[in-house]
């Protein structure tokens, strides 16, 4: 009886990797026979109820993604330093939300990533670090002049 349940517990392993091992593209239009699955475990709760916030507020995954890069990496946190400036809207509340020590935060960050990075990067990625620096330093003194004359 147990060797019987043993059996059924068995999983079936499918590559889906797009290339072989000798790096030859594989043959995608080949139809597929369904696998056959075993009954899902009762749902306890629902998966939007039971996800954290910051999973069912962020758009779906895409598999074939691009994969993450230096200049990616260098734009993602120039565009976390453009919402903390005010400059796009958050993506979670739709409103402009200001917070300028989280932009200055971010901002040194990319400036200690420049300083860790010197010399080392092809010239693409030292242009866009550069310029990028540059623009979120010059917006960023844009607000705090601005900030400050409101006070007087």
Same mark, same amino acid.
């Given at each position: 009886?147990?060797?019987?349940?043993?059996?059924?517990?068995?999983?079936?392993?499918?590559?889906?990797?797009?290339?072989?091992?000798? !790096?030859?593209?594989?043959?995608?239009?080949?139809?597929?026979?369904?696998?056959?699955?075993?009954?899902?475990?009762?749902?306890?709760?629902?998966?939007?109820?039971?996800?954290?916030?910051?999973?069912?507020?962020?758009?779906?995954?895409?598999?074939?993604?691009?994969?993450?890069?230096?200049?990616?990496?260098?734009? !993602?946190?120039?565009?976390?330093?453009?919402?903390?400036? !005010?400059?796009?809207?958050?993506?979670?509340?739709?409103?402009?939300?200001?917070?300028?020590?989280?932009?200055?935060?971010?901002?040194?960050?990319?400036?200690?990533?420049?300083?860790?990075?010197?010399?080392?990067?092809?010239? !693409?990625?030292?242009?866009?670090?550069?310029?990028?620096?540059?623009?979120?330093?010059?917006?960023?003194?844009?607000?705090?002049?601005?900030?400050?004359?409101?006070?007087?």
């Amino acid at each position: 009886m147990d060797e019987d349940r043993e059996g059924q517990r068995g999983f079936t392993v499918k590559d889906r990797r797009r290339f072989s091992e000798t !790096g030859d593209v594989r043959d995608s239009d080949a139809p597929q026979a369904p696998e056959p699955s075993a009954p899902p475990p009762p749902a306890q709760a629902t998966p939007e109820s039971s996800a954290p916030e910051s999973e069912r507020l962020a758009p779906p995954r895409d598999e074939a993604a691009e994969p993450v890069n230096f200049s990616t990496f260098v734009l !993602g946190l120039s565009t976390q330093a453009l919402l903390h400036l !005010g400059e796009i809207p958050n993506p979670a509340t739709r409103t402009v939300e200001t917070d300028l020590d989280a932009a200055r935060q971010v901002i040194d960050i990319l400036g200690m990533l420049a300083e860790k990075t010197r010399n080392n990067l092809e010239p !693409g990625e030292q242009s866009l670090l550069e310029s990028a620096l540059y623009d979120l330093r010059m917006r960023y003194v844009e607000l705090r002049r601005a900030g400050a004359k409101g006070k007087r």
